[in-house]
C-alpha cells in the first residue's frame, strides 16, 4: 500500500467516520486516497481554519475525537489558531498535516514551515513522520493521546515522499506509549475525607467543570449532588452536567454568570472542584476567590492542581471513578448528610433578589439579541444544541437559553476566538 492509503485504512480502523481536510500539493496524495476510502466520509472547508472548528464541534457535540487534515506551509498555519483552541478547551483532536518532502525540510522549500515546532506549546504531542513503517503505530498513538486522560490535540506531520512511499503495513493491536501513566484513581481515604468535609459544612459549593463532560459522568454528578445536598455551580463549559431548573442548581457563575453562583462560592466554607481549573473569568481577583473556604481539587491533570489556585486538598482521579465511588460509600452509611435548610434559604433569596435571566428593557422599536434567544429557547423548548462565536451574545446565549443537557452548548470558551461558531454547527450537525 501506499503511505497515503494506509493513513485512511488507520483512520478507519480507529473509528473515524468523518474527516474535515482542505487540499494542498503537500497532502494531494492524502486526499487521492481519501477518494477511495469505503467507511470515511471528508467534509470539504472553504479555509483549513474553518475545517479545525468543524472537527472541534464534532468533537463537542459526539465525545469522538475530531479529525482535520490541511496541507503543509500556509495550510498547516491556518490550523495552528484551531489547535490551540482545542488545547484550551480540553477536546480531543487529531489534527494531520502535508509535510514537503524530506530531503527540503529545513531549506525553507515552498509552503514549508517547522509545523511540529510551532505547535509544541498547544498540543498533548506532536508527530513528524519520518519512516511510512511507522505511520500506523504512530496513528495509533495519536488517537489514544488525544483521547486519554485529559483530552486535547495532537498533530500528525507527514512529509509527502512518507505519503508517496509503498509498503506492507503492519497493523499493530496495542502500542507501548512510555511515560503514559494509568488512570489515577483517588484512594477510600481521600474520598471519605471529601465526604467529611461535606458533612461538617454549612455552606458548601459543588463547582464543575468541562472535566465533567469529558468524563461522561453528568448521570454520577447529579446523583452525588443529590445524595449530598449541596448546591453546584457550573463553568461555561461545564454547562448541562446538571439542569438549571434544578433546584440545587446555581447554574454558571463567573464574569458573566448568575449573582447567587458568584456569592454563593464566594461565602463557602468548603468547596469542591471537579474537573476544573479555577480560570480567570471564574475566579477574578484570586486571594478574593472563595477566602473562607476549604478547598478540595479533583482533577485528571495533576499540572492543574494548584497552578492558578492553592488548594487544601488536591486529589489526582478519573472524575467518572471518584463520583461513583463516593456514591458508593455514601450508599454504604459512611456520610452523615448535613443539614443545609439556612444555606439554600439565603440562597433562595439570592434568587429571588438577582432573577435570572438578567432583566433588560424591551424594546417596541427594535428586536433585541436577548430577546431572539430568548425566542429561539422557547421555539426549540432547550433541545438544540448552540454553537456561538465570541462576544457579547457569547454571553448572552447561556443567559437566555437554558442547557438541560450535556454537549449542547460549543462555543470557544479558553481562547475565545472569533469566527468559531458557524463552521463549529456545521461539525456538531
Known sequence: MKGSDVVVACLEREGVDV??????????????????????????????????????GYARATGKPGVCMATSGPGATNLVTCIADAFMDSIPLVAITGQVFQEFIGKCAFQETDFFGMTLPVVKHSFLVLEAEELPMIIKKAFIIATSGRPGPVVIDIPKDVQQKVFEPVFPAKVDIPGMPEPPHASDEDLLKVLNLISDAKQPVLYTGGGILSAECSAELREF???????????????????????????????????????????????????????????????????????????????EHNKNKPTHMPIHSELKYALTRMIELIKAGKF????????????????????????YKESDKYIL???????????????????????????????????????TFISSLGLGTMGFGLPAAIGAQ
Not at 26 to 41: C, F, G, N, P, V
Not at 336 to 359: G, M, N, R, V
Not at 372 to 396: C, D, F, N, P, R
Open 369 to 407: 439579541a436577548q430577546d431572539a434567544i430568548k425566542a429561539l429557547y422557547e421555539e426549540s423548548k432547550g433541545e438544540a444544541i448552540i454553537t456561538t462565536g465570541v462576544g457579547q451574545h457569547q454571553m448572552w446565549a447561556p443567559q437566555y437559553y437554558h442547557f438541560k443537557e450535556p454537549r
Open 225 to 303: 449532588a443529590k445524595l449530598t445536598g449541596a448546591p453546584v455551580a457550573s463553568t461555561l463549559m461545564g454547562l448541562g452536567a446538571l439542569p438549571p431548573d434544578d433546584p440545587q442548581s446555581l447554574y454558571w457563575f463567573g464574569m458573566h454568570g448568575t449573582v447567587a453562583g458568584n456569592w454563593a462560592v464566594c461565602d463557602s466554607d468548603v468547596l469542591v472542584c471537579l474537573g476544573a481549573r479555577f480560570d480567570d473569568r471564574i475566579t477574578g481577583t484570586v486571594s478574593k476567590f472563595a477566602p473562607n473556604a476549604t478547598i478540595v481539587h479533583f482533577d485528571i491533570d495533576r499540572s
Open 19 to 56: 474527516i474535515f481536510a482542505y487540499p494542498g500539493g503537500s497532502s494531494i496524495e492524502l486526499h487521492q486516497a481519501l477518494t477511495r476510502a469505503k467507511k470515511l466520509r471528508t467534509i470539504l472547508p472553504r479555509h483549513e481554519q474553518g475545517g479545525g472548528f468543524m472537527a472541534h
Open 336 to 359: 452523615a448528610k448535613p443539614d443545609l435548610s439556612k444555606w439554600f434559604e439565603t440562597i433562595t433569596q439570592w434568587k429571588k433578589d438577582h432573577p435570572y435571566p438578567f432583566h
